[in-house]
């Protein structure tokens, strides 16, 4: 594995010395060469000391796609504070969420991405504002500090990084902490066994606000390559991407790689438009069998990585793509430096050997934990049950492995959902309309969607005959949550089922509405 970097620091200065004048980063119409975007880095890092941040301090990056967004994220961290990107789709009471949650020293915005909120004004009430560019409406704002001339301490390898924020089972979003050492070492990992070259261009359509992209972004430097960074929208514009950019790396989840066999399928993308592809990428749950068979046959000369992670742990394992054919469910073997344990539910036992059982991550990349929850914290990050010593992290996925340590999927040992590579939290999504005129209890559950994950089921507890509440929840959803955490269908009962623990009952309530929701 090529030289690791101990920090993002050193990061972003090993990519300027071996890319230099040569284009880094693209979004849109912006190019920025790899010394003016590190420079664009160690000026944003020096400003931010001189206002007054501190080691630890959190900044929440509030951006559109743009190179600055990437710039920002890796100034705040290479100046010692915490870098808390929020994810562009989520919308004001998330953002205003993660912003009570992590007490930020300053939220980066820009005029674009606070116009797109509701209520820009009581979201970001009572923060330190700073604009990347112009002044926000409405907003007291001071422009984003740069500085020259100054000398940046070298971050502790152990240094916390980025505060990365993530469904969890009890509702809200909560925030897991990386450090310098993880970032950097899960670059190398992951740019060593993709075989990343400076000749290599990546096309980036997963956030940064995403481990699954932060990485990407973090590759790419360690790798001295090329990225191109845009937000997905549809097939027709990943053709138009692919066509005009001509990647050799495309990454995505597995709704992601159903649209792409459905437009290779009905000719909205053409097996030339990926002819450049040299490899791809799926992680974020499981790629339809289907759907890697078309992408496979359309564009045969693109390498298929099988992976696996978590935010806890940022990357676990992959599959070597010489076993992908066979092998198609399967997300394979632990990274270097990292063991993939079985645990047994009943006896909580590790399964030596092939089995069924949670999936436990154990060495390397561990995370330092969820920001300011410690018991969470203890409940997913224990003791290594085999008496190491060491933390390691039980990931709530139910995996089977074979005889020869591959690993696949079979299901999600708690509540939560996956969604076009998304965790989403049943709660949080109940929390959208509980409480309102008309609204009784409420309960969300989730069906298989194929390719997309689960399909988000929302029930309330109403007046079935009320001809207006189903339209009024409805734009609730539209407005209050990101568009995949959006309810796939919702349902208004007179009352919902319960145990005798005086608990919803969840199976009952699957078998009173199955049929309508079949009907969608």
């Known amino acids: 594995m090529p030289l690791v970097a101990p920090d993002l620091l050193t990061l972003v200065r090993r990519a300027c010395a071996d890319r ?23 000026a944003v890092a020096l400003g931010l000391l001189a206002a007054g941040l501190r080691q630890g301090d959190r900044v929440a990056i509030l951006l559109e796609r743009s190179t600055a967004e990437a710039a920002v ?37 820009s005029r674009v991405r606070a116009v797109a909120l509701h209520d820009a004004a009581s979201t970001l009430a009572g923060h330190r504002i700073f604009g990347v560019d112009e002044s926000v409406p ?26 990365l924020y993530t469904s969890g089972s009890t509702g809200r979003q909560k925030g897991i902490v990386q450090d310098h050492h993880n970032l950097a070492l899960g670059a190398a990992i992951v740019a060593d066994y993709l075989a990343l070259t400076p000749d290599d261009h990546i096309l980036a359509l ?32 990943l053709a138009v991407l692919l066509r005009q950019h001509r990647p050799t790396g495309l990454a ?32 974020g749950g499981a790629l339809r069998v289907a759907d890697s068979r078309v992408v496979r046959q359309h564009w045969p000369q693109a390498q298929v990585f099988a992976m696996y992670g978590l935010t806890e742990a940022f990357r676990s394992a992959f599959l070597p793509p010489a076993e992908f054919d066979a092998f198609p469910q399967s997300f394979g073997r632990a990274l270097p430096g990292v063991e993939l344990l079985l645990v047994d539910a009943a006896t909580g036992g590790v399964i030596n050997g092939p089995g069924t059982g949670e999936l436990v991550h154990a060495g390397a990349l561990v995370a330092q934990g969820y920001w300011r929850r410690p018991e969470d914290t203890t409940r997913r990050f224990r003791p290594d049950p085999r008496g190491t010593g060491q933390l390691v992290v039980y990931s709530g996925d139910l995996v089977t492995r074979d005889a020869a340590g591959r690993h696949s999927f079979v299901a999600r040992t708690d509540r939560l959902l996956k969604v076009q590579g998304h965790r989403v939290s049943p709660d949080e999504v109940a929390a959208a309309v509980a409480g309102q005129p008309g609204v009784g209890e409420v309960a969300v559950f ?11 089921v929302l029930c309330v507890a109403g007046d079935p005959l009320d001809s207006t509440l189903l339209a ?35 199976a009952a309530l699957r078998s009173l509405i199955g049929p309508c929701i079949d009907k969608s």
């Open 206 to 237: 997963l956030p940064f606000s995403f481990d699954y992209g932060l990485n990407q972004l973090l590759s790419s430097l360690h790798a001295g390559c090329r990225v191109t960074a845009a937000d997905h929208l549809g097939v027709g514009e």
């Open 138 to 163: 409405n907003l007291a704002t001071e422009l984003l500090p740069r500085a020259t001339g100054g000398t940046l301490p070298t971050p502790s390898s152990s240094l916390p990084a980025v505060l």
């Open 252 to 283: 995505g989840v597995p709704s992601l790689w159903h649209e792409v066999a459905s437009g290779l399928t009905t000719g909205s993308l053409r097996p030339d438009d990926g002819a450049s592809l040299r490899y791809v990428t799926n992680s």
């Open 446 to 456: 989730g069906l298989d969607g194929g390719a997309d994950g689960h399909r988000i």
């Open 472 to 506: 009024r929840l409805q734009r609730r959803c539209r407005a209050q949550l990101p568009s995949y955490m959006q309810p796939a269908a919702l349902r208004v009962v007179a009352a919902l089922p319960h145990n005798s623990n005086g608990k919803i009952d969840e």
């Open 73 to 109: 994220l890796l100034a705040v961290a290479v100046a010692g504070g915490l870098a808390v990107p929020i994810h562009s789709r989520l919308k004001d009471a998330q953002i205003a969420h993660v912003l009570a949650d992590c007490a930020p020293f300053a939220v980066v915005t």
């Open 20 to 42: 230099g004048a040569l284009p880094f980063l693209q979004v849109g119409a912006e190019v920025e060469t790899a010394a003016a975007f590190c420079a664009n880095v160690e």
